[in-house]
């Protein structure tokens, strides 16, 4: 079984970093109505969408979005 960080829980990590999640969404490149689409249950993120959100709160380690590898 495979546990996935909810959106929930990038929301909490995005508060102890203190910045909020139009934020995030800009810094992981997505739109925050696509992360509202799927914090209300109406769709599932990519996997890439998936780990920059992740990224972009701290939760995982990587590439930035927008840097050069």
Do not use: D, H
């Amino acid at each position: 079984m495979c546990n996935f960080v909810t959106p929930e829980q990038i929301e909490q990590a995005a508060k102890q970093r203190g910045i909020g999640m139009v934020a995030v969404c800009r810094e992981a490149g997505v739109s925050f109505s696509t992360y509202s689409r799927w914090r209300a249950r109406k769709c599932e993120p990519t996997l890439g969408v998936y780990r920059r959100l992740l990224v972009a709160v701290g939760i995982v380690e990587g590439v930035q979005p927008g840097s050069v590898a």
